[in-house]
């Protein structure tokens, strides 16, 4: 059974920086793909930034230059830095996990991230 687990969330002043961890357990498939979406109160799910297998990154507009994904493949476990947070940074973020089949494709239960003075 695959968990992700993610941790870090958390309340921070504009400006500020905080880590996401998202740990996987019980993968028994090639991964494709790992990234960050996010969700705020009545917008859709879009995506924050992503990792294939390859190596390649992809990032959303919006936080180019100051979030950072990367990956420890022995532990399973992608990372968001992300840094000079705004406001409207403010929403839940959703780890994902993408095999080569459509079947596998997994999220995280969600981790909020409020960014507010």
């Known amino acids: 059974q695959v968990q992700l687990v993610e941790s870090g969330g958390g309340l921070v002043q504009p400006g500020g920086s905080l880590r996401l961890s998202c740990a996987a357990s019980?993968?028994?498939?090639?991964?494709?793909?790992m990234g960050w979406f996010r969700q705020a109160p009545g917008k859709q799910r879009e995506l924050v930034a992503a990792?294939?297998?390859?190596?390649?990154?992809t990032y959303a507009d919006f936080v180019k230059g100051r979030f950072t994904i990367s990956r420890d493949n022995a532990k399973n476990t992608v990372y968001l830095q992300m840094n000079s947070l705004k406001p409207e940074d403010t929403a839940v973020y959703y780890c994902?996990?993408?095999?080569?089949?459509?079947?596998?494709?997994?999220w995280g239960q969600g981790t909020q991230v409020t960014v507010s003075s």
């Open positions: 994902n996990y993408k095999g080569y089949l459509t079947l596998n494709d997994y």
């Open positions: 019980g993968i028994s498939f090639s991964i494709k793909s």
């Open positions: 990792i294939s297998n390859g190596g390649s990154i």
